[in-house]
């Protein structure tokens, strides 16, 4: 018998697991049907293998029009709640079901499905619970067996269109007959992915307009192959956005193989589970904005997988080893961390210990720990952790903030279960967990943001009583959040009744030690990892190491092409041998170069819709202010292309003229932020500012006259990491020019959280004749007709007009020059090659050959 590899055959895995059987063996007689008139199989529970215990739904019962599976529904309400219905049911009313579903559907469209989950469904004098919680360690009995009552089914090919009834999603999932999930799947083995035709077909194939397809109707919609999964919450056609919902594979984008399935199999496996999904739908799926706001308007944040298995393995660990633990969660930016903080501190709220030898543990019926307090500096994580306890929690006020031990005490009297202080403030915090020693505590620290402007840390030196320091660190150094931290942390006799959780997405090798775990051979590794690497390879950051150049690099590649006729370089050569060769490092001169780099190919070339922006790393305050005057005469001198701004901490005197920020702005420091994100300022000159937690997406230059080592180089260089989806921002738009380091010392800095650098020695610029050459020898498009292509591209034609050029030259490729297959490889390998090159080219070199440009338009639309 021939293996069945298509999406049937997935369809009856993902049904077997969650059921226990399939419609293929039910219906085959294995087991008894219900007749040929409808073609439904009696249901009954299988003794396959263990499975989640979901029962098999059928197609017919599928109410379009309600979204309803409404066999599973009214079986649910009339099991657990007839009392309710009776209410309904009174003489004389035969229409009740239908009161029923219209209140659902008006409730569904105002509230969402989420909210009427929890919340429950009022009718008339009647109220449905629409879904049992899963019961806590100190649930009674009563809960226990309420939540066993629900019914959780999977209905396979459901015909959702009133419009359309022949059309069909794959699979569909529901909770009491209500769906959660949409599933489309897909076959590789069949030349069909999840990535590229699943989410195509939920954005073009399917009408998001029908009940079911509705924005929170249904809390999830994912596309699924045999490898990954992708999925979105809300369908908005051509512009729907998917998210990956996949574990990672070597640190990377993926996963993992698995000996004993498919590579997705983890997700009927295990996150469909009963008990993972109640625990994805009460402490995890949040429906954020205000409750007046439109539904349409608000956005509902579904986990992705790394940010689910972080939380449930913080948690699980918790109640398995009980208090005095430490882990060290090392997210790349781009991962999400702050919901990952937020529901990890609104499930720490209310973790029980395994037993009641567990460390700290008081009663295996109470929460292990008394309070969860947030060490941050973002105020947007306070607002989050309040919506999130708003939506997950019956009591409502339990957040306050606490900057002294005297606050932390205050706090904890008046019953608040989430204490936010800052990481200014986090010693005298420290003190209040020591002198409390009867509670428990988890601190969660996000170390990620802490050093967005320099006062903070100034704050932080001062609390920590070390004036020389603060003096030396605001001149030469970027004072270290983990350091701090460490330090406080060894300055107080700790005791055993807090459990420590620090997120960063560079964590140095003493926090490392400090909170990371210890293996076998010596070393620390942490808790949870979500690299840098997977975050570039998934799209949320972009790779900053892709156009990393040293000035070096940089000479050395105008110097290839220095006897080049096609090439004016005379202007470039002056410049770049005053600094190279004879070592004249003047600021004016890097001045120039920096905006004869800036100004035509970021400005002038409208990078970003026009909106791409700069930023100049110098190695303290004086360099900051030669630089940003040198940099402002230049521009004047250049007719004011554009505007540059200063930023660094405190007051300097340089030529015997003493400078702050908001003197040499024009405005207060704290508008500096602001208006480098409006229209007029490109530059941006820093001294010991802006380094690490400076998000700002318009960023995708940099030049860099500082020495960065370890984790500044790692933090420093992923400002322009930052992705832009609304500016088309890519990793080709990104260039970094650095004066100062090496590429070895960049490579030794990223490697520890890059996994996989792409750092390289220059490139020899005269590969592009080679390529170009060889692509000409084929045969497979004529110069002319390259030349009419791009005079078509760059006046705007429509699509239609531009495609006979590709067409005919592909035409060439397959079928005219009758090309062996080695031929073939070997063009489109040196296609792909001189795309990639020249466009790295391109955002470095301050020239440009026509002809390379028109034949990089083409190739990047044939290949």
């Not at 990393?548 to 000479?555: A, G, H, L, V």
């Amino acid at each position: 018998m021939v293996s069945q590899t298509n999406e049937q055959a997935l369809e009856t895995a993902i049904e077997r697991k969650l059921t226990g059987t399939c419609l293929e063996n039910l219906k085959s007689g294995e087991f008894k049907t219900a007749g040929p008139d409808t073609a439904e199989v009696a249901e009954t529970c299988t003794p396959f293998d263990t499975h989640h215990g979901y029962e098999i739904g059928y197609p017919q019962h599928f109410n379009p029009k309600f979204a309803v599976d409404e066999k599973k529904f009214w079986a649910f309400l009339e099991n657990t709640q007839e009392k309710e219905l009776k209410k309904l049911k009174r003489p004389g009313t035969d229409d009740w079901q239908r009161k029923i579903l219209e209140r659902l559907d008006r409730m569904i469209k105002t509230k969402g499905l989420l909210h009427l989950l929890k919340k429950g469904l009022g009718v008339d004098d009647a109220y449905f619970s629409l879904f049992y919680p899963a019961p806590l360690a100190s649930s009674a009995l009563r809960v226990k067996e309420q939540f066993q009552s629900n019914v959780f089914s999977a209905t396979r090919q459901v015909h959702y269109s009133l419009d359309n009834p022949g059309e069909s999603i794959d699979l569909v999932l529901f909770i009491n007959g209500l769906a959660f999930s949409t599933l489309e799947l897909k076959n590789p083995w069949t030349g069909q992915t999840a990535r590229c035709h699943g989410q195509k077909q939920y954005r073009t194939r399917r009408d998001n307009k029908q009940p079911l397809l509705q924005f929170g109707r249904c809390l999830v919609h994912m596309a699924v192959d045999t490898d990954e999964v992708y999925m979105t919450t809300k369908l908005a056609g051509p512009s729907t956005f998917f998210l990956p919902f996949n574990k990672g594979q070597d640190q990377g984008a993926g996963n993992p193989p698995n000996p004993n399935g498919h590579k997705s199999a983890y997700l009927w496996e295990e996150v469909f589970s009963k008990a993972s999904i109640a625990n994805l739908l009460e402490h995890f799926v949040r429906l954020d904005g205000k409750p007046k706001d439109p539904l349409n308007k608000r956005t509902l944040f579904f986990p992705r997988y790394h940010q689910m298995d972080v939380v449930r393995k913080l948690v699980g660990h918790a109640a398995e080893n009980g208090v005095g633990q430490t882990c060290l969660i090392q997210h790349s930016a781009g991962s999400g961390k702050s919901n990952s903080i937020t529901w990890a501190a609104y499930q720490l709220i209310e973790t029980y210990p395994q037993h009641g030898l567990v460390p700290g543990a008081k009663d295996p019926e109470r929460p292990l720990f008394d309070s969860v307090i947030v060490v941050t500096d973002r105020r947007l994580l306070d607002k989050q952790l309040r919506e999130t306890i708003r939506e997950f929690c019956e009591v409502k006020n339990i957040i306050a903030p606490a900057y002294r031990a005297a606050d932390l005490k205050a706090a904890l009297e008046q019953g608040k279960k989430v204490i936010i202080t800052t990481i200014q403030k986090f010693p005298f915090i420290l003190d209040g967990i020591s002198d409390l020693s009867r509670k428990n505590f988890a601190v969660i620290i996000d170390e990620a943001h802490s050093s967005q402007s320099g006062s903070a840390h100034d704050n932080m030196n001062r609390a920590m009583g070390s004036a020389r320091e603060q003096e030396r660190g605001s001149e030469n150094e970027v004072p270290d959040a983990q350091d701090k931290i460490l330090k406080a942390m060894a300055e107080r006799k700790m005791r055993g009744n807090a459990s420590y959780f620090a997120f960063t997405a560079t964590p140095k090798n003493t926090t490392l030690e400090k909170f990371g775990v210890k293996q076998t051979d010596g070393q620390f590794k942490p808790f949870h990892l979500y690299s840098m690497k997977q975050a570039i390879e998934e799209g949320f950051i972009l790779d900053v190491l892709a156009n990393y150049t040293t000035y070096k690099s940089y000479y050395e590649i105008q110097k290839s092409i220095q006897d080049n006729p096609l090439f004016n370089t005379q202007k470039a050569q002056k410049k770049l041998r005053a600094y190279v060769e004879r070592h004249q490092q003047t600021i004016d001169i890097k001045a120039e170069v920096i905006l004869d780099h800036f100004i035509p190919q970021v400005v002038n070339a409208k990078k970003l819709k026009g909106k791409a922006k700069g930023m100049v790393i110098t190695q303290n305050i004086e360099a900051a202010v030669r630089y940003y005057n040198a940099v402002t005469r230049l521009l004047d001198k250049k007719g004011n292309p554009c505007k540059v701004l200063i930023a660094f901490s405190g007051a300097k005197a340089v030529d015997g003229i003493e400078y702050t920020e908001s003197l040499m702005n024009g405005f207060s420091d704290g508008e500096t932020r602001e208006r480098f994100d409006g229209e007029d300022y490109r530059l941006l000159v820093v001294a010991n500012k802006y380094l690490t937690g400076f998000d700002q997406p318009k960023l995708s230059a940099m030049y860099v006259d500082k020495k960065l080592q370890d984790v500044l180089a790692v933090q420093a260089l992923s400002r322009l990491n930052r992705s832009a989806p609304s500016l088309g921002k890519k990793t080709e738009d990104l260039f970094i020019l650095d004066f100062f380091n090496s590429v070895e010392d960049i490579k030794t800095a990223f490697d520890r959280f890059y996994t996989a650098t792409s750092l390289s020695r220059a490139t020899d610029v005269n590969v592009l004749h080679e390529l170009k050459e060889s692509l000409d020898g084929q045969g497979v498009y004529e110069q002319q007709e390259v030349e009419e292509f791009v005079v078509l591209y760059f006046n705007n034609a429509a699509a239609h007009q531009l495609s006979p050029f590709i067409d005919v030259a592909a035409d060439r490729f397959n079928k005219g020059l009758e090309l062996e297959d080695q031929d073939k490889a070997d063009f489109k390998i040196k296609a792909k090659q001189f795309v990639k090159i020249y466009g790295q080219m391109a955002a470095i070199m301050p020239f440009e050959i026509i002809e390379w440009e028109k034949l990089f338009w083409f190739l990047k639309f044939l290949s």
